[in-house]
């Protein structure tokens, strides 16, 4: 690191999470066991919903849904289904609409959705389909050499919700998507095969709820479809199923495969099974935990009868796991970050596409500038705010701001960032600054998902001297299971003494109606007059926080 930092949290297994292993090496850190060395469930206590997990060679790769965020479709990779670290991007940005753009409309809560990962004839292989309407719903299948890229768009198909991608021994490549729905590509795969369009299975009468989210493999000669299944009925919980036929063009036999509640929360479903090297089988499945999201949990599959049954030998996700290989590194998909790097960190996300002229590395080395680019009303339409994902059970984050540089309206901050979202914002007013804790709710079309309205309510607001260059905000976010999503604030003028302030246990919420998405870390800076100011980020301190029992 280039310089001391302005304040820490002695939490140093974060500040070196994103470190690649030969820099820990370096430092005598080769090996950072967790406290007993075991997978806690959730394996990964953050919004990665919709999976797919592959396997190359000893090298497990996982693809999410990150929707409106850019880039999109992070590709993640572990050794041991422990350790886990965003590698790559599918894409840098979507560029079909101006509503990637914060224009004309946002892609709140639609975006990328369920990309299925493959891995054929030297290949790594991507599909997905925006969660969109005409042109900009299309489904995209992209290509790269390496998971961690680059990626290039290969085709542009007609859509297919989410849809997996699937090549068949011989290559022929299929889609399974929608509800028991599949279709043949041409070995191009440019096209689909005329005619070649059919429901694979029908839905059974009484299950007329959720059923989705396929993904396929073929083991030992038969073609397996798992998808999420939930009935919206008393008694009836979500779970995943499976489909399986020896012929793909003789009936499906059903089977449920999981249906587990865990943890305090509701039944889990939706996600994949992956094999390792020496033959054993593991189930990715994520889990509805409220306002952080959608979580990953890593369960054993024991083979019955030709079935993937997931879970233990009771059939429920177990609390803990053990990993694949012992020993390795920690790796994680959320990081501290001193903005040293001549190139931004993996673990960062653009709310929608970014304007590259209005942030940079380089004009301030060590420093992530973000400079407004134009003026827009709320934070929901300003352009370059950069999030990382909140994580449970729980986590801190804190960011150091230097604020001098701002002009007459402009807004900066830090935010537990959604539909519903805690916001501290400096407000430049002439030559007065002010900080303000606020609870603010974005009203969206649901079309064209536009800004119809933002309420903001500023529950606490405190006075800061004209001449103040240097600010501090923390966000302390706890998502344990009674504990209602709850984020606490704090700001501080020296980095050490810290003092809350607006709304004590925030309640942060997930609504699929507007974002689908967890609380997610934002740092932001827009303007409301004029353009031309910025503000200069010193850092982003993280610790994940495992309770004290």
């Known amino acids: 690191m280039n310089r001391m930092k302005s304040f820490c949290y002695a939490s140093c297994l974060c500040l070196l999470c994103c470190l690649p292993q030969t820099a820990l090496v370096a430092q005598g850190l080769s090996e950072a066991p967790s406290a007993d060395g075991r997978i806690h469930n959730p394996m990964l206590w953050a919004d990665v919903p919709d999976p797919d997990v592959i396997r190359v060679g000893d090298t497990f790769y996982l693809v999410s849904t990150t929707m409106h965020l850019m880039p999109g479709a992070p590709v993640m990779q572990s ?8 590698v790559g991007y599918v894409f840098d940005r979507l560029t079909d609409s101006p509503k990637y753009d914060l224009q004309e409309g946002t892609v709140y809560g639609r975006g990328q959705w369920a990309t299925s990962l493959k891995y054929h004839d030297g290949k790594f ?5 925006p969660n969109e309407g005409g042109p900009m719903s299309q489904t995209y299948i992209c290509t790269a050499p390496k998971a961690e890229g680059p990626w290039t768009i290969h085709s542009r198909l007609r859509h297919f919700h989410d849809a997996t991608l699937f090549f068949d021994n011989d290559g022929t490549p299929y889609v399974f998507y929608g509800t028991g729905e599949m279709c043949q590509l041409t070995r191009d795969l440019q096209n689909v095969v005329e005619g070649s369009n059919r429901h694979y299975f029908q839905r059974e009468a009484d299950e007329r709820g959720l059923l ?3 993904r396929v ?3 030992n000669g038969t073609y397996y479809a798992l998808l999420i299944s939930q009935v919206f009925a008393p008694g009836r919980h979500r779970r995943e199923v499976c489909y399986r036929t020896k012929d793909l063009n003789a009936p499906w036999e059903k089977k449920v495969i999981l249906e587990s509640d865990f943890g305090g929360f509701p039944y889990i479903g939706q996600g994949t099974i992956v094999d390792t090297p020496d033959g054993d089988w593991y189930g990715i499945i ?3 935990r409220g306002g952080v999201g959608r979580v990953l949990t890593l369960s054993p599959v024991r083979w019955l009868d030709g079935w993937p049954m997931i879970g233990d030998e009771d059939g429920h996700v177990p609390e803990y796991m053990r990993p694949l290989v012992s020993g390795l590194p920690q790796t994680a998909i959320v990081c501290s970050d001193d903005f040293s790097a ?3 960190g993996l673990h960062w996300q653009w709310n929608h596409n970014p304007v590259d002229a209005a942030w940079s590395l380089t004009e301030r080395p060590g420093y992530l500038r973000l400079k407004t680019s134009r003026v827009v009303p709320n934070l929901y339409l300003a352009p370059n705010t950069i999030t990382q994902r909140m994580e449970g059970p729980m986590c801190r984050g804190a960011v150091a701001l230097e604020i001098s540089k701002m002009r007459d309206g402009d807004c900066a901050g830090f935010s537990a960032f959604n539909g519903d979202s805690g916001v501290l914002t400096i407000k430049k007013n002439g030559k007065k600054l002010t900080l303000e804790m606020s609870e603010q709710n974005v009203k969206l079309t649901d079309r064209e998902k536009a800004v119809t ?6 529950v606490e607001s405190v006075e800061l001297a004209p001449k103040t260059t240097t600010i501090y905000l923390r966000i302390d976010g706890d998502f344990q299971a009674r504990h209602n999503d709850a984020a606490n604030f704090f700001y501080s003028l020296d980095g050490q003494q810290w003092t809350q302030i607006g709304s004590k246990n925030y309640r942060m919420i997930f609504d699929y109606r507007r974002f689908f998405m967890g609380s997610k870390f934002a740092i932001f800076c827009y303007a ?10 010193n850092s982003f301190d993280y610790e994940k926080i495992e309770p004290q029992n």
């Open 286 to 288: 994520f889990q509805d």
């Open 528 to 537: 409301t007059k004029k353009t031309g100011g910025y503000i200069d980020v």
């Open 79 to 86: 050794k041991d289904l422990k350790n886990w670290e965003t």
């Open 453 to 458: 309205a933002v309420d903001e309510k500023v």
């Open 342 to 344: 001549d190139r931004l």
């Open 212 to 214: 989705e989210g396929t």
């Open 217 to 219: 493999i073929k083991h």
């Open 125 to 129: 292989w991507a599909l997905f389909a």
